[in-house]
């Protein structure tokens, strides 16, 4: 059974960037049928889709994001992290990593990290 | 503020049906297949339907999707307790400023 897991710091300081990894285990993070991506959801508020990247490096963002906004991914190391850089309090979320198909499917999620940014 | 409209809730005693909308653009559900998810509180959102109206292994048929033109629907029959949730539907939005998209998510309350 695939399963995800989000680890970083759970409190930055804003103007500062925010770091996260997913490891992904049970399954390949080198399948060429799926995505891994990040999504974000504000305390008490809906989903936002941050980005995804492919297994090759191939990556896409949301363009409200993208200035802020790096992933990248390590298949030797079976995981993709997320940078969002100049972070304010609006940046606050619970974040999840997640893997989806090339039709707009999420099928696996991890649990989520809740990253707050405060100084 | 999301570009996929959604009921902001909806009731239903168990037992009972209740269907939840999802209103978009030519750019995103008009164009683009519609993903359904539930989210219990305090847990991560699970796949309900994908691809419009198919439900991934373990999915009860009391859930069901549809769409047509540029909305989607999710129907909940059978209602239970353990169906109180947040609902939200998903899509591909390919305008310039577009992506993976969320719908603004509807709350399901059994009565």
């Known amino acids: 059974q695939l399963q995800l897991q989000e680890s970083g710091p759970g409190l930055v300081k804003p103007s500062e960037t925010l770091s996260l990894t997913c490891s992904v285990s049970?399954?390949?993070?080198?399948?060429?049928?799926?995505?891994w991506a990040w999504v974000r959801q504000p305390p008490g508020k809906g989903l936002e889709w941050i980005g995804s990247?492919?297994?090759?490096?191939?990556?896409y963002y949301n363009p409200s994001l993208k200035s802020r906004v790096t992933i990248s991914v390590d298949t030797s190391r079976t995981q993709f992290s997320l940078n969002l850089n100049s972070v304010t309090a609006s940046d606050t979320a619970l974040y999840y990593c997640a893997r989806h198909h090339h039709n707009p499917s999420f099928d696996y999620w991890g649990q989520g990290t809740l990253v707050t940014v405060s100084s | 503020q999301s570009v996929l409209t959604q009921p902001p809730s909806v009731s239903a005693a168990p037992g009972q049906k209740v269907t939840i909308s999802c209103s978009g653009s030519s750019s995103n559900i008009g164009n683009n297949y519609v993903s359904w998810y539930q989210q219990v509180p305090g847990t991560a959102p699970k796949l309900l339907i994908y691809d419009n109206n198919n439900r991934p292994s373990g999915i009860p048929d009391r859930f069901s999707g549809s769409k047509s033109g540029t909305s989607a629907t999710l129907d909940i029959t059978g209602l239970q307790t353990g169906d109180e949730a947040d609902y939200y539907c998903g899509t591909w939005d390919s305008s310039l400023s577009g992506g993976h998209v969320f719908g603004t998510g509807t709350k399901v309350t059994v009565l």
């Open positions: 049970g399954g390949s993070i080198s399948s060429s049928t799926y995505y």
């Open positions: 990247i492919y297994y090759s490096g191939s990556t």
